[in-house]
């Protein structure tokens, strides 16, 4: 470590957050693809908001296909955010000893991967899976708690590798 200079170690720092990021994404959006019914049910309990108890029943939406529609929105949002985050993490890697511009360029399809993360879990499931289809009211199809992990690392992450101490 002693060859390693600090602006160094937090390159890769970067890098490596981007790649976990993108890895789970990847994780998630393969989960959808081979079990999908699994993902597909949950999200349908949350939509009708069959078991919230709410009196906010008019808000819920008992389409299957439109079920399938927003299931497939999120999965594509899901992939594209990985995609991306899988890109800008190779295009960092790629720069890891580029100059402080080509470095901070090189976080665009990262920053943009974050930013879809982040509007899939904060956005779509807790302004508008809470929000609007009460899903915390759901003893057994609440995401809130794992929609919150996630933000709660993305956010401070997108923040760390936005920052330009990487000189």
């Known amino acids: ?10 390159r890769r720092s970067k890098v ?11 994780l998630i959006v393969f989960s959808n ?4 019914d699994s993902n597909y049910i949950y999200l349908g309990h949350i939509l009708s908001m069959d078991t919230t108890g709410s009196h906010l029943m008019y808000r819920s939406i008992n389409s299957e296909m439109m079920h399938h529609r927003i299931y497939w929105m999120i999965m594509t949002l899901e992939t594209i955010f990985t995609s991306a985050c899988l890109l800008g993490g190779y295009q960092l890697a790629k720069n890891i000893n580029a100059s402080d ?3 901070h360029e090189a976080k665009k399809y990262a920053v943009l991967g974050f930013l ?4 899939v879990y904060y956005f779509c499931l807790q ?7 009460d899903m915390d009211q759901s003893k057994d199809w609440n995401a809130m708690k794992w929609a919150q992990s996630i933000v709660d690392f993305l ?4 923040i760390f590798l936005v920052l330009k101490v990487d000189s």
Do not use: C, H, R
């Not at 490596?16 to 990847?26: S, Y």
């Not at 693809?33 to 999908?36: G, I, N, R, S």
């Not at 302004?127 to 289809?133: H, K, L, P, T, Y």
């Not at 956010?155 to 997108?158: G, R, T």
């Open 1 to 10: 470590m002693t060859g390693l200079k600090t602006s160094q170690l937090i």
């Open 16 to 26: 490596a957050i981007v790649f976990m990021v993108g890895m789970l994404g990847a």
């Open 33 to 36: 693809a081979t079990d999908y």
């Open 101 to 103: 511009e080509q470095f």
């Open 116 to 119: 879809v993360a982040l509007f």
């Open 127 to 133: 302004v508008i899976g809470n929000g609007w289809f």
């Open 155 to 158: 956010l401070p992450a997108l």
